[in-house]
């Protein structure tokens, strides 16, 4: 399957499309990931998004077109991937439909997680991220086992350098401007589902598992 997660920063969704991604068996493709570590790695792409991402604004289209689209169609995502971060506007998701269509294949269903704005705020102050293989932590809803160090491979847990307040507040911004009229976007196309992100890790985990499952089966009768 071919699974978009959509929903605004502090909705839970890099920690979700990463423990769904992990036990449905699908590739977890995170364009934010995939820029921060190119920022840690001091690489071209790193330099070329650098500042836009210090101030809370999306990179440009070409590039994040480029670099997920090159992921996406690397062999060990045809079985299929849950795509975290992107697209971001219907300039993006436009283009992920073309290069789709031109591989006989499509977007099967965008998974929105929804958060009311009260909660965003109370998240996204007490998130944590590891600086090495960019595990999602929060300080009180899904902490470490110890403390600053990641449960998966030890590396350090530090403060994600866009969740400053001035930056969240501009990125929150960005979210309502850009990304979220591709709510309707995939509602026109009858590939929306939403699932409420109101609650534990493992429950907000839980109910997007039931509705893929659901939407799986139904695509198979
Ligand atoms: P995220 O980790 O998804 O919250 O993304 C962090 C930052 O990376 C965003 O604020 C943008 O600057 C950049 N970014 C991530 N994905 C995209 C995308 N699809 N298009 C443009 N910019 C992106």
């Not at 795509?83 to 998701?93: E, I, K």
């Not at 090495?132 to 350098?161: A, K, T, W």
């Not at 990125?171 to 699932?195: A, N």
């Amino acid at each position: 399957m071919y699974i978009i997660f959509l929903g605004a920063p502090g909705s839970g969704k890099g920690t979700q499309a990463a423990k769904v991604a992990r036990e449905l068996g699908l590739v977890h493709i995170a364009s934010g990931n995939m820029f921060r570590q190119a920022i840690e790695r001091g690489n071209d792409l790193g330099f070329k998004v650098k500042a836009h991402m210090e101030k809370g604004v999306l990179v440009t289209d070409e590039l994040a077109v480029q670099v997920v689209l090159k992921r996406v169609s690397a062999p060990d995502c045809h079985a299929g991937v849950i795509l975290d971060g992107f697209p971001r506007n219907q300039n993006q998701a436009e283009a992920l439909d073309e290069a789709l269509a031109r591989q006989n294949r499509a977007i099967d269903c965008a998974l929105y997680i929804k958060v009311s704005n009260e909660e965003l705020t109370k998240r996204l102050s007490g998130r944590l991220v590891c600086s090495n293989c960019q595990m999602p932590y929060h300080n009180q809803s899904s902490p470490p086992r110890i403390h600053d160090r990641c449960d998966h491979c030890g590396g350090e847990l530090v403060r994600r350098f866009d969740d400053a307040a001035e930056t969240v507040e501009k990125r929150l911004m960005v979210y309502f401007t850009e990304t979220v009229p591709l709510i309707d976007y995939y509602s026109q196309r009858g590939k929306l589902l939403e699932v409420a992100g109101e609650g534990s890790v493992a429950e907000v985990g839980g109910r997007i598992i039931t509705t893929i499952q659901r939407e799986r089966a139904k695509r198979l009768k």
